[in-house]
């Protein structure tokens, strides 16, 4: 198939995932109160591209300008817990706890097949491939007795590609400035503990991982022929923030994290 493009093209996405918040305000003697939050997952998707070929053998051309812009956002399960219980404690669990946040933007996208992508060659232009991803890990206030938080992971990558030729024999002529710039936020869990006797491990697995790819022209899998007289700024940046701990009382236990940019 056959795409051409002359007039200015502006494609945007974005994605917001918030999971449920769990709080406790008690104050009990001689009484059980328990809540249990099994799988808190937020998964956050947003895709952006300005002329997409998909399957087939396309003919791209671009003859004006293409901004492609995603911004993917996830925030994990909050649990804050305030009590005064004597005797029989709170028994509150939050067993799987994760947050992953993708953002792609593509300005031109052969996607699968033997692609010509003509890109501003005899005649000026721009194109600009921004994304951004931000995932939030859980947040903890209080565990007291009986408190367990199982995993806490965090997994945000951002991916900018101003042409990607995509698998296949490619040819790409590009004479257009191109930008694509990529930024990764991701922050891990942070849990704050108040009361004596969180017996056992609180957080098994608290894992953080920031991915942050720009590129100018990529080819992709295949034998590709790429020509290009424009201007290339491709900027990648991971920004990551591993668990913390405030308090760790008697009997608290973190088994493991991992910060990954």
Same mark, same amino acid.
């Given at each position: 198939?056959? $795409?051409?493009?002359?007039?200015?093209?502006?494609? &945007? *996405?974005?994605?917001?995932?918030?999971?449920?918040?769990?709080?406790?305000?008690?104050?009990?003697?001689?009484?059980?109160?328990?809540?249990?939050?099994?799988?808190? @997952?937020?998964?956050?998707?947003?895709?952006?591209? +300005?002329?997409?070929?998909?399957?087939?053998?396309?003919?791209?051309?671009? =003859?004006?300008?293409? @901004?492609?812009?995603?911004?993917?956002?996830? =925030?994990?399960?909050?649990?804050?817990?305030?009590?005064?219980?004597?005797?029989?404690?709170?028994?509150?669990?939050?067993?799987?706890?994760?947050? =992953?946040?993708?953002?792609?933007?593509?300005?031109?996208?052969?996607?699968?097949?033997?692609?010509?992508?003509?890109?501003?060659?005899?005649?000026?232009?721009?194109?600009?491939?921004?994304?951004?991803? !931000?995932?939030?890990?859980?947040?903890? #206030?209080?565990?007291?007795?009986?408190?367990?938080?199982?995993?806490?992971?965090?997994?945000?990558?951002?991916?900018?590609?101003?042409?990607?030729?995509?698998?296949?024999?490619?040819?790409?002529?590009?004479? /257009?400035?191109?930008? +694509?710039?990529?930024?990764?936020?991701? !922050?891990? @869990?942070?849990?704050?503990?108040?009361?004596?006797? #969180? *017996?056992?491990?609180?957080?098994?697995?608290?894992?953080?991982?920031?991915?942050?790819?720009?590129?100018?022209?990529?080819?992709?899998?295949? /034998?590709?022929?790429?020509?290009? =007289?424009? %201007?290339?700024?491709?900027?990648? &940046?991971?920004?990551? %923030?591993?668990?913390?701990?405030?308090? *760790?009382?008697?009997?608290?236990? $973190?088994?493991? !994290?991992?910060?990954?940019?």
């Amino acid at each position: 198939g056959g $795409l051409c493009g002359k007039a200015a093209i502006i494609g &945007t *996405a974005n994605a917001v995932a918030t999971s449920v918040g769990v709080s406790f305000n008690v104050s009990l003697e001689g009484a059980t109160l328990g809540a249990a939050v099994t799988d808190a @997952t937020t998964d956050a998707y947003a895709w952006s591209t +300005g002329i997409f070929g998909d399957l087939g053998d396309d003919w791209l051309s671009n =003859r004006g300008s293409i @901004t492609a812009h995603s911004d993917a956002f996830a =925030r994990a399960t909050s649990v804050a817990v305030s009590a005064g219980i004597s005797y029989v404690p709170l028994n509150a669990a939050v067993a799987d706890s994760t947050a =992953r946040a993708w953002a792609t933007s593509i300005g031109m996208d052969g996607g699968e097949g033997n692609d010509h992508i003509d890109s501003n060659l005899h005649a000026p232009g721009t194109i600009v491939a921004d994304a951004v991803s !931000t995932a939030k890990g859980v947040s903890v #206030a209080v565990a007291p007795a009986g408190a367990a938080l199982g995993t806490a992971d965090v997994f945000s990558q951002a991916i900018a590609t101003g042409i990607d030729g995509g698998a296949g024999d490619d040819v790409v002529l590009q004479g /257009a400035d191109l930008s +694509g710039t990529a930024t990764a936020n991701a !922050t891990g @869990t942070t849990v704050n503990v108040t009361l004596i006797g #969180a *017996a056992g491990t609180l957080l098994e697995r608290a894992t953080t991982t920031g991915i942050a790819q720009g590129t100018g022209i990529a080819g992709g899998a295949g /034998a590709d022929y790429i020509f290009n =007289r424009g %201007t290339i700024d491709a900027q990648g &940046t991971a920004i990551v %923030t591993g668990t913390t701990v405030s308090v *760790a009382p008697i009997g608290f236990g $973190l088994a493991g !994290t991992t910060t990954t940019a």
